[in-house]
Structures are given as C-alpha cells and as structure tokens.
C-alpha cells in the first residue's frame, strides 16, 4: 500500500528478520503460537522513519520506542508486530486502535485489515499521523480525536480492537463494542502491566489470556 525509498528496503528486513527471532523466543517461554508472516510482511512495508520525523532514519529500524512528543511514544516494532499477530486479523476485518499516536501502528493495522478506526486524544499528534497516513496512502484508516475509553462505536462491532497505551482497568465500552469472535489485545495496569488478549464468546462472555509483562505510557483520559 505504502510507497517508500529503496533506501530503507535492507533496514526494515533486518528489523523483519529481528523481530522474528524475538517472537520465536517468546513462543518458546510462553503458550504463543500464532502465525505472524502477514504480520511481519505488513512491518516489511510500512515506513517506519515517516512516523518519527524527529528521530534520525538510522534510529526508525531500530527495534526500541522513540519518543514522539507530548510525553509519548511510537511502540516498540516487536510489540506493535506482537499486538497486531494477537489480534488475528483478516483482510476483511473492521478494527479499532485506541491511541493513534505517530500513527505507525494504525499504517501497520492498514496493511491487514479492511478498515482501521483510530482514534487520538491529543490533537496535535492526531494532525501529524492523519497527514502522514494520507500521504503515505492508508485510505483504509479512518481518524478522530477523542477519549480512547468510549471507543468509537458508531463503526463497531469490531473484529479486532488494539489499544496501544495502557488503563488500569479495561473498559467495558470496549469489550461492548467488539463483535462475538473477536479480541481485544490491551496492556493492563499502572506499574505492573500485563498485555492481554480478551476474547468475546459467542455468548456475549469474555475470556482473558496473560500473555508478558509490559511497558506502555498511560491511556489518557478527557478530564471534562
């Protein structure tokens, strides 16, 4: 989907190829095992150096967060590769991320699913991502600003929805909003995070998964 710069083509594959190591450690120590060849695919295309404009390029294909401004961060690839596997998403999916961000995550979501809904609570790195995924040709991905513990439910029920910062509880609009099937993968907790995936039975119950400890900023509310 993305057009990018031969430049970059060796350094995002020895991103790939890192990755894919990682995630084969993690399957050994935990009860993982889920193919992530598409999702490796999707990071092998997206441009990671047009989410961190203010980062040198050599620093965008390292496997680490970055700092993006307004006390946030552009994910780690290895979760951001990790998040997106969880959520098993198909080509048709409809799927919600809460917290934007740079953006990179939704670019990475774009290139799996058939619709991304987005939404950022800080407007100005709203702007940002919005003008960098429209550049870089993510038609699929839909934004808006706005409280990442309501959702965005006039587009759910949802396949897969990915938060990518964390609460210290999850928020039952989210489980709420996500179709029976579906999963919800979210850090949980103020200190000691966990990333968990939720999945909603057909039922209408849900069933919750530990899957490592983690390192996320904190999932801003609106204080009105």
């Known amino acids: 989907m993305a057009q990018e710069a031969d430049v970059f083509v060796e350094a995002r594959a020895r991103l790939v190829e890192d990755i894919r190591r990682t995630i084969s450690e993690i399957e050994q120590r935990t009860s993982l095992n889920i193919s992530y060849e598409c999702v490796l695919a999707a990071i092998g295309k997206v441009p990671r150096h047009e989410f961190v404009p203010a980062a040198p ?4 294909y390292r496997n680490r967060p970055l700092p993006i401004g307004f006390q946030q961060t552009i994910s780690q690839p290895l979760i951001v ?3 997106s596997g969880l959520g098993d998403i198909s080509n048709t999916d409809r799927v919600l991320e809460v917290g934007t961000g740079s953006g990179y995550q939704a670019a990475v979501l774009g290139e799996l699913a058939g619709a991304v809904y987005s939404v950022e609570i800080i407007e100005p790195l709203a702007s940002q991502a919005a003008k ?7 038609d699929n991905v839909h934004m808006r600003v706005g ?3 309501t959702g965005w439910p006039e587009y759910g029920p949802y396949d897969a929805i990915i938060v990518t910062a964390a609460p210290d509880h999850i928020p039952s609009s989210l489980i709420e909003q996500l179709k029976p099937g579906g999963r919800l993968v979210i850090p949980v907790g103020d200190f000691d995070q966990q990333l968990m ?3 909603k039975l057909a039922d209408g119950s849900t069933r919750e998964h530990d899957v490592i400890p983690v390192r996320f900023v904190p999932l801003t509310r609106d204080k009105d």
């Open 132 to 138: 960098a995924l429209k550049r870089l040709g993510y």
């Open 197 to 199: 995936v939720v999945e």
């Open 57 to 60: 390029d050599a620093d965008a």
């Open 81 to 83: 590769a990790l998040m």
């Open 147 to 149: 409280d990442g513990y």
